[in-house]
């Protein structure tokens, strides 16, 4: 009996299970479409318009931009060079981004010569590696080969440039394709990378080539060890007479540089060119001692002829500074001085009492290593404050008492080559009266044609600005100039302009400059004009500054 219920049972349950599958399979058909329709979504999801926004055109441009240039920067940066042989140098050429352009030539241990060669934002960078033991020594055993170096130099630049120009297309495509490549991972963008990176590479090539200036080696900015700069340079007559063509100066520079790695003990002496007289410009001293060590140094490497000392000299002008003035009999070159504002009458009286040294005032007139040379001292002694100060008037009032001199000695036949002054505005007053008139007082470098013809050059500080710079945390440059003068015509032909890293002296910069009428192509200078009586009768304001 208990067994029939449990069978029962069993039929009972095993009856309910087939009415709920009979009765649920409509059911689980009907909603079989949503749950395929949920899960296609699950795995095609679709963008919601209103909640992102896709990329603004600028922007995507903007960022084609930036990966186009990090990329050729970065091509340029890792292949872009090439190792050329130029003469009996090996050289290493690149291409360098850059706003102002221009080539920089890296001789070391010498340091770099820079040369404005074009405007572009590209700069080619020429590093000096080594020297080739076999082709200098050839040079050393046959010295006649320099004459056709020249020839063999502008070989060797045109197909180093050649090398490099095709080594540069690549590194930049490459360098743009691949960071285009890993930054938007499609074949196309990065592609479009490489091409925008090759047409600015082109347009800048076309810009350098339109903007190539030849002559620019006429004036080179030479950094680095500052007793060498004027055997890299040269001198004013060779760069005036022969430095006529690029391929003749590269040839020069190419053989100078040979020399320089050739001597083993000391650098080979500058020869000074016979024609040529070398005056040295210093001004602004104010009581530095190091000054005088600069000075001898550079007398002695340039050969200088005379030394002229625009003023300034001392600071406070007591007699207890005089000691101070006692190197300069030792200096090895005369010395032409004229008073500055902190010099005293004490200063100037001690001053005649020394060997060798020329003091000017007044108007004063005297020859020189075959210069006229015709000065006047400040008028006024600004450390005496109980003088009250007058100012330019003062400076104008002096001026015309030199411009008077100069005319005079004019007259009787012996005119001024170069005038000094220490206040660029009693300079002024001499426009049209002398070829050149030097003066200080500012303390940084100018040189300007005024309007009459006269050359004004205006020296900076020698001193660095003296013993008040060291408590500066950025204090002046000391500063000189070397000029050239033709010793006939007595004209200027090119000029130095020296630098010295602040009281550390820790960085030399020479900067070579011609006068326009100098360069190749110009018409010969020609003497200022004498002026007219309406011109010499009354005083001209002082040009703009």
């Known amino acids: 009996m208990a067994r029939d219920f449990t069978v029962v049972q069993l039929c009972i349950r095993a009856l309910r299970a087939l009415r709920g599958g009979i009765l649920g399979a409509p059911r689980a058909l009907r909603a079989a479409p949503a749950v395929l329709a949920r899960h296609y979504r699950s795995r095609h999801t679709h963008p919601v318009g209103e909640l992102v926004s896709p990329p603004h055109p600028y922007g995507r441009a903007l960022g084609l931009v930036a990966v186009v240039l990090l990329g050729a920067w970065l091509g340029l940066l890792i292949v872009g060079s090439v190792h050329a042989p130029v003469g009996p140098m090996d050289t290493r050429m690149t291409l360098r981004p850059s ?8 001789v070391a241990p010498l340091g770099s010569l820079q040369l404005a060669s074009h405007t572009a934002p590209v700069r080619l960078d020429v590093d000096v590696d080594q020297l080739d033991p076999v082709r200098s020594q050839a040079l050393v055993d046959h010295p006649e080969r ?26 930049v495509v490459s360098g743009a394709t691949a960071l285009g490549l890993a930054v938007y991972r499609r074949p196309r963008r990065a592609l479009a990378a490489g091409g925008l990176a090759l047409a600015l590479l082109t347009a800048s090539g076309t810009a350098a080539y339109a903007t190539w200036n030849p002559d620019s080696v006429l004036e080179p900015k030479y950094s680095g060890l500052l007793a060498s700069a004027p055997s890299v340079v040269g001198n004013a007559r060779n760069i005036v007479s022969e430095f006529d063509v690029y391929q003749r100066e590269l040839a020069r520079l190419v053989t100078n540089v040979t020399k320089l790695y050739d001597v083993t003990s000391t650098l080979p002496a500058y020869q000074p060119d016979p024609s040529t007289i070398r005056v040295l410009h210093v001004s602004d001293i104010h009581l530095n001692p190091a000054s005088w060590h600069i000075i001898a140094s550079l007398v002695e490497q340039y050969g200088i002829d005379v030394i002229v000392d625009t003023g300034d000299t001392m600071d406070h002008g007591s007699k207890t500074e005089n000691g101070f003035l006692d190197p300069i009999e030792d ?27 020329h003091v000017l005032d007044d108007g004063r007139a005297v020859t020189v290593a075959g210069l006229r040379f015709a000065g006047m ?10 003088v009250k100060a007058e100012g330019d008037n003062a400076e104008r009032a002096a001026g015309l008492t030199l411009t008077a001199a100069l005319r005079t000695q004019r007259a009787q036949g012996t005119p ?10 009693a300079a002024r007053t001499t426009d049209g009266e002398v070829p050149l008139v030097l003066a200080g007082h500012i303390h940084h470098q100018e040189m300007e044609v005024m309007d009459r013809g006269t050359r004004l050059r205006i020296e900076g500080s020698t001193g660095g600005s003296g013993l008040r710079a060291v408590d500066d945390s950025h204090p002046d440059p000391v500063e000189a100039s070397v000029l050239y003068l033709d010793s006939s015509t007595k004209r200027l032909q090119a000029w130095d302009e020296i630098r010295l890293g602040g009281l550390g002296l820790t960085k030399a910069e020479v900067s070579r400059h011609l006068p326009k009428e100098n360069k190749p192509g110009a018409t010969p200078s020609t003497p200022p004009p004498t002026p007219s009586p309406t011109q010499s009768s009354g005083e001209r304001p002082p040009g703009p500054r």
């Open 416 to 425: 001024v080559d170069i005038a000094l002054t220490h206040n660029p505005t």
């Open 377 to 386: 001292g400040d008028p006024q002694f600004t450390p005496d404050r109980s």
């Open 99 to 106: 706003l102002t352009g221009g080539t920089k030539i890296n």
């Open 146 to 171: 320099i004459s056709g170096l020249q020839d063999e130099v502008a070989h060797d630049v045109v197909h180093g440039t050649a090398d490099l120009a095709v080594r540069s297309c690549v590194a």
């Open 331 to 357: 200096l090895g070159a005369p010395y032409v001085w004229v008073r500055g504002n902190h010099d005293s009458l004490a200063t100037q009286h001690y001053l005649k009492g020394l060997k060798n040294t």
